[in-house]
């Protein structure tokens, strides 16, 4: 027997529990893995706190991410004593996922390891640092530089963002970091590498089609008139990398960003990435990411505070990573 948060339904209210769960609970599988790391997201905060339809089938454990040491494999691939990392896939929504000391799950939703890494390490970075890495070498590859102009990215204060923000500092970029707590959240932004922190505010407002250009780039967490706000300020040739719905799926912009700018629209989908980029993005976010990142943009918190954590995590209370240890 082993500890597991478990989500059940109970006249449409979903309830969270840690309990006891056995191996033979576990769904069909490859791998079998002894969960040594999750981490909480934004996605983790809907299923976990019942505030969106992120779970319809229950009961479910939540985790959209784990890292830990293979126990059983029956995939070539794979043998016990590997240590691995998921992200994505499906895991915490349709799949049973990491908020458990134990895991099984397709051999095809792993990644090894990388030597120079732990399972605190990786979870530290997560789904959200991979997705993150990915949209800055989105924007490497469509040739925006630093000396090209800023770079914004929205929704800064969350999981996605403040690694965008650090990563981008790194790099050498001039970084516009967007949040919806400045007063609160300022001050780590600028330690991350922020140039210059904006409230959400000056972005969510009804924009023009065009407006005054300033964004080379833009990595985007937050969508709807945020995200239409940033395309209509837009440089000539710009990039914006788009990853998270975090304001809703509404894009109400106009094509003028697109014909009269030239403007290039990224969707990053770290879910169903490619192995081989999958593997590339792990190991370049370990190369980037400095030492001060894992002390100051992240939280270690244990499988019985994740409940009060998703409830802080959707109101906006949390900032950076959380680490959920197992």
Request: net charge negative; aromatic share 6%; proline share 4%.
């Amino acid at each position: 027997m082993f500890n597991a948060l478990v989500l059940t339904q109970e006249e449409k209210l979903t309830k969270a529990n840690v309990c006891q769960i056995s191996e033979s609970d576990l769904p069909d599988g490859d791998v079998l893995v002894q969960v040594a790391c999750s981490s909480l997201n934004y996605k983790d905060g809907l299923a976990v706190s019942g505030a969106g339809r992120i779970i319809r089938n229950f009961p479910m454990v939540p985790g959209i991410d784990f890292a830990g040491t293979v126990l059983e494999s029956h995939d070539e691939r794979y043998k016990a004593g590997d240590k691995v990392i998921l992200t994505g896939w499906g895991v915490g929504e349709n799949h049973w996922g990491g908020l458990a000391e134990k895991a099984r799950v397709k051999a095809d939703w792993l990644v090894p390891m990388p030597s120079d890494c732990d399972a605190a390490k990786a979870m530290q970075i997560g789904t959200a640092g991979l997705t993150a890495m990915l949209c800055v070498q989105a924007l490497q590859q469509a040739g925006i530089k630093p000396s090209d102009g800023d770079v914004l990215v929205t929704g800064a204060s969350g999981g996605v963002g403040s690694v965008a923000v650090t990563l981008l500092a790194q790099l050498g970029y001039r970084v516009v970091a967007s949040s919806g707590r400045v007063e609160q959240n300022g001050a780590l932004l600028a330690t991350l590498g922020a140039s210059e922190v904006i409230e959400r505010s000056v972005l969510d407002v009804d924009a023009r089609p065009l407006e005054k250009q300033r964004w080379a780039g833009v990595i985007d967490t937050v969508g709807n008139k945020v995200l239409a706000t940033a395309l209509a300020q837009m440089q000539y040739g710009g990039v914006a990398a788009i990853c998270g719905l975090a304001g809703g799926f509404k894009l109400p912009t106009t094509v003028m960003p697109f014909i009269l700018r030239g403007v290039n629209l990224l969707g990053i989908d770290s879910v169903s990435c490619p192995f081989d980029k999958r593997q590339q993005a792990w190991d370049e976010v370990l190369k980037l990411l400095p030492a001060s990142y894992y002390q100051d943009a992240c939280e270690a918190i244990g499988l019985t505070q994740v409940p009060e954590f998703a409830q802080r995590i959707i109101k906006g209370q949390i900032t950076g990573r959380v680490l959920v240890q197992l």
